[in-house]
């Protein structure tokens, strides 16, 4: 039986996941998007859009970096989004 996912679920997986980002040593969804990294999956237009979103549902998570890392798990084999 699937159960839908809370967004407090939701929330949770993305922490964790940028918790292990930032384990991986390049300092963070949050560094990353600080230092200006490219992005491997999204355009500049894409990246703003999901900043906006992210922003709308968790005020900050722009700042965040967001985009950067749904840009990253989008590319992993092991990735932490749910609805990849």
């Not at 300092?27 to 703003?48: I, K, M, N």
């Not at 979103?53 to 990253?72: E, R």
């Amino acid at each position: 039986m699937n159960r839908p996912i809370s967004r407090r679920h939701a929330l949770g997986q993305i922490v964790a996941g940028a918790s292990a980002l930032a384990a991986g040593g390049i300092g963070g969804p949050r560094a990353a998007r600080a230092q200006g990294a490219a992005l491997w999956h999204f355009s500049t237009d894409e990246a703003a859009t999901l900043e906006a979103l992210g922003d709308t549902l968790l005020p900050g998570a722009g700042v965040a970096g967001i985009a950067h890392y749904v840009d990253d798990q989008v590319g992993r084999e092991d990735s932490l989004l749910f609805l990849k």
